[in-house]
């Protein structure tokens, strides 16, 4: 199985801050990287698929980058909104994996 | 806009098993796969296995191979997770999420059921 790696678990931001949240596959997945964004007692939302398409409907701080076994989101000014945890998955080989999430929270 | 409308919470033994439902409204689930994910108490989410209802093909996570079982209804757009021989481990959220609608991105999951949660406690 493909293994996900996020950094950091979790981390505290000011509003307006920059966050970056990256992504490590275990073996070259391409570009074959979604995330998602999740609040408590809520389903997990689609955010960005293909390491670096916005879904529509997310806001245009959201961006995704990388390739092969390397990938980081960006929040370019956090809103108290984004309040949540962040999920990658891999949709590259069966069993699909995520990644063991990463919090974020207001400072 | 399709939603996923899954059936409500389950207590049950361990030993037991538990058959969840998920329901496509306002829709139908179309030509994508039907994917299951559960979601311990303060963890990640776990993938368990999908279905591709036009073709009536599963694949399964090899964690839950032999206890898990997922089914669909194309004439109800309606889907099903049974889980046999449950433990306390077991306790959790399951949700039911389909494919997006998206050239290439047909393995992301766009829209999902609200959750079900299963307690398993004797």
């Known amino acids: 199985d493909i293994q996900m790696t996020q950094s950091p678990s979790s981390l505290s931001a000011s509003v307006g801050d920059r966050v970056t949240i990256t992504c490590r596959a275990s073996q070259n997945i391409a570009s074959y990287l979604n995330w998602y964004q999740q609040k408590p007692g809520e389903a997990p939302k689609f955010l960005i698929y293909?390491?670096?398409n916005l879904q529509s409907g997310v806001p245009s701080r959201f961006s995704g980058s990388g390739s092969g076994t390397y990938f980081t989101l960006t929040i370019t000014s956090l809103q108290p909104e984004d309040v949540a945890s962040y999920y990658c998955?891999?949709?590259?080989?069966?069993?699909?994996?995520f990644g063991q999430g990463t919090k974020v929270e207001i400072k | 806009q399709v939603q996923l409308v899954q059936s409500g919470a389950e207590v049950k033994r361990p030993g037991s098993s538990v058959k969840v439902s998920c329901r496509a409204s306002?829709?139908?689930?179309?030509?994508?796969?039907i994917n299951w994910v559960r979601q311990a108490p303060g963890q990640g989410p776990e993938w368990m296995g999908r279905i591709i209802p036009i073709f009536g093909t599963s694949d399964y996570a090899q964690n839950f191979q032999g206890r898990v079982t997922i089914t669909a209804d194309e004439s109800t757009s309606t889907g099903h997770m049974e889980l046999s021989s449950l433990k306390v481990e077991d306790t959790a959220v399951y949700f039911c999420t389909r494919g997006a609608s998206i050239v290439g991105a047909q393995d992301a999951f766009e829209i999902w059921g609200q959750g079900t949660m299963v307690i398993v406690s004797s």
């Open positions: 293909g390491a670096s």
């Open positions: 998955q891999q949709s590259y080989t069966i069993p699909w994996t």
């Open positions: 306002g829709g139908t689930f179309g030509n994508y796969a």
